[in-house]
């Protein structure tokens, strides 16, 4: 046998891939509704799996609701009815705009604010974006 033979015959017995494994998952919300008001109980961690800071991730959600909300230590409340679907298209939506890299698609970024413009810079393929 050829070195080629045993190349062909080597790709042969190798398994196929079955699944696709992505290292970023998007974690979903976990909260309930008390009265008027939604409580986010994982918020922190969301925040902190993104690599953004409660805040800034907080005003983003906010404003697109329309609602008003705030930190607080037993967690985070959005002052009115919000469902959990509608709260992780937010996030989702937060992440692709501050979190996730535009030419690579990876989130190993970092918010660099210089005068007045915001930039997302890539640590992973070094671009950087301004972000409004």
Do not use: W
């Amino acid at each position: 046998m050829t070195y080629e033979d045993l190349l062909k015959s080597a790709k042969k017995e190798l398994p196929k891939i079955t699944e696709k494994k992505e290292r970023f998952v998007m974690p979903k919300i976990r909260g309930h509704i008390q009265g008027n008001r939604t409580i986010l109980s994982n918020f922190s961690q969301i925040a902190q799996h993104l690599g953004r800071t409660q805040e800034h991730m907080l005003k983003f959600i906010l404003k697109e609701l329309a609602t008003p909300g705030e930190i607080k230590k037993t967690g985070t409340i959005i002052g009115s009815k919000v469902s959990a679907s509608r709260i992780n298209e937010k996030i989702q939506e937060y992440a692709e705009k501050y979190v996730l890299c535009k030419e690579c698609g990876k989130p190993d970024t970092k918010l660099e604010k210089e005068g007045a413009v915001t930039f997302v810079r890539c640590m992973a393929c070094g671009s950087r974006k301004p972000v409004s």
